[in-house]
């Protein structure tokens, strides 16, 4: 069983600064790609940014240049540096994370943290 717990949300004024941190727990081998995703009031969820377990990013075009992606492989952790923060910021966001569950299966499965608000607005 895998758990990923989201923390760092709140409400921040335009131009602000947040950062978001998701910890995975439980019995698993390892975890590979992780990321975050957010989803606003009445829209679909959409991809924030993404890890590899060598640290490669990937970012939507709309937070490139404000947000960063990091993680500590040694706690199983990533977080998300957001920086100039926009009203259209606002929305929930969830941490994923691919993980397999023991050395000697290699499915990979597919998990979700319960997610946190970010809410920006002055």
């Known amino acids: 069983q895998v758990r990923l717990v989201e923390s760092g949300g709140g409400l921040v004024q335009p131009g602000g600064s947040l950062t978001l941190s998701c910890a995975a727990s439980?019995?698993?081998?390892?975890?590979?790609?992780m990321g975050w995703y957010r989803q606003a009031p009445g829209k679909q969820r959409e991809l924030v940014a993404t890890?590899?377990?060598?640290?490669?990013?990937n970012y939507a075009d709309s937070v490139k240049g404000r947000f960063s992606i990091s993680r500590d492989n040694a706690k199983d952790t990533v977080y998300l540096q957001m920086n100039s923060l926009k009203p259209e910021d606002t929305a929930v966001y969830y941490c994923?994370?691919?993980?397999?569950?023991?050395?000697?299966?290699?499915?990979?499965?597919?998990?979700w943290g319960q997610g946190t608000q970010v809410t920006v607005s002055s």
């Open positions: 439980g019995s698993f081998f390892i975890i590979y790609g």
């Open positions: 994923n994370a691919d993980v397999r569950g023991s050395r000697r299966e290699l499915r990979v499965s597919d998990h």
């Open positions: 890890i590899t377990r060598g640290s490669s990013t």
